[in-house]
Structures are given as C-alpha cells and as structure tokens.
C-alpha cells in the first residue's frame, strides 16, 4: 500500500502555479519524499526529492512541513505539456518506490 | 542526453507463447528496476538488480517470469508462457546506485497477450 494520499484530479489555469498537495501522516525519518510525474504513454519521470527542507529545481518547488506529514509540490508556471499524473512517494530504498494512484493534473488554456 | 531504451515498444502474442523484453540502462548506473503497469494495479516493482545481481524480485510471479542481466548494457524480462492477464506495460528503470536515488525510466514495451 502506498504510504501517501494525493487527490485524485486537480485543474490549473496555464500560466498560473499548480500546488500539488499529498500527505504522509506516517513517514519515517529517514524517508525522503519523492515526486515523479508520467505524462500519457510515456514512463514515469523525476521531478524532485527532499527530506526536510525546502528544495527547488528548475523543474519544480518542494515544500515539506516542519512535522513533515505533508508536502506540496508546486509548478510556478504551468503550460498545457504539464498535464500529467503527479505520484508522490515516500521512501527510504531505493526498492521502495511504491507509487500510488497519483493526482491527474490538468492544465487548461 | 542519456537515455533508457527498451525494445520491443509494443508486443503483440499469443497465449503460452515466450515473450522477451530487453532494456539497455543508462551507461554507468549499476542498479535496474523492472516494473509493470495496468490499470487496475497501478506501477508495480517487479524486480530490483544492482551491480547485475537481484536484490528483490518479490514482486515477481515466479513460476513464468525470469528477470537477468547478462551485463551491464542489458537486462532482460521473459514470460514463459505468456498469459492475457500479463497484458500490461512494462517499464524499465535504471539508477547510479548511490543509495537512495532517483530513478530514470524508459519508454515501456506495450504487451498484449491474447
């Protein structure tokens, strides 16, 4: 069973952030939080990691509670090529990326 | 820009027959992820290798299903024999192996038993 609970669609205007939310009430210390995303037909790809502090790429912002039982992802200026599902996973090894059902994240014009 | 690659990208066979999909990982990561994808269950880990060795292959059916790295280019999944119910996509990661780490997927080879 995945660990973390994501909603199960979210829509965003392009252009504007998408904040993805997912909870996980019961991570461990030593697990990070991970965030893939699979666009249609394609395989799953990386967005970000982190384990307590914030983290930013040039893909995307991670914001993780201090009681690290939630954390929202957020895309600063989503366009239409970032409709995808959105899987938030926690984990301490690197076989254990259980990935749940994920947030269908859709951006419209 | 490194890539995963699997071949074949789609597969059509008959019930009982073989099926051999085959992924080349990124050169230089030493650990490799099979997974498999349907609907109703979702991506699901099949089997784990690192430096070619299997570290976990739970989550495999092991009665019909082989996983093996024959070297460090290649790594093969078979079904034998095949079944409708292992109808899916199947996914191959592969990793630097540093620990905890992210995962670089390929494009997935499309199976349909019949």
């Known amino acids: 069973d995945a660990k973390t609970t994501q909603p199960p669609s979210m829509d965003c205007a392009e252009g504007r952030a998408a904040n993805l939310p997912c909870n996980h009430s019961t991570i461990s210390g030593n697990e990070y939080v991970y965030w893939y995303r699979q666009i249609h037909s394609q395989g799953p790809q990386y967005i970000i990691h982190?384990?307590?502090n914030n983290e930013t790429n040039e893909m995307a912002s991670l914001i993780i509670t201090e009681d690290r039982k939630s954390s929202t992802l957020i895309l600063p200026h989503a366009t239409l090529r970032d409709t995808a599902v959105y899987y938030c996973i926690v984990s301490s090894l690197e076989n254990d990326m259980r990935f749940g059902a994920g947030t269908r994240l859709t951006v419209k014009p | 820009d490194a890539r995963v690659t699997q071949t074949p990208r789609h597969k059509v066979t008959e019930m009982g027959q073989e099926v051999t999909m085959r992924c080349q990982p990124i050169l230089g990561h030493n650990t490799v992820f099979w997974y498999r994808q349907t609907m109703m269950q979702g991506l699901e880990l099949l089997a784990y290798f690192r430096n070619r060795a299997p570290l976990d292959d739970s989550g495999m059916p092991k009665d019909r299903f082989s996983a093996e790295m024959p070297d460090a280019t290649l790594a093969t999944l078979k079904i034998q024999p095949s079944e409708p119910r292992d109808s899916a996509v199947y996914f191959c990661a592969s990793g630097p192996g540093q620990g905890i780490e992210t995962q670089y997927f390929g494009p997935g080879t499309r199976l349909l038993v019949l």
């Open positions: 982190g384990l307590k």
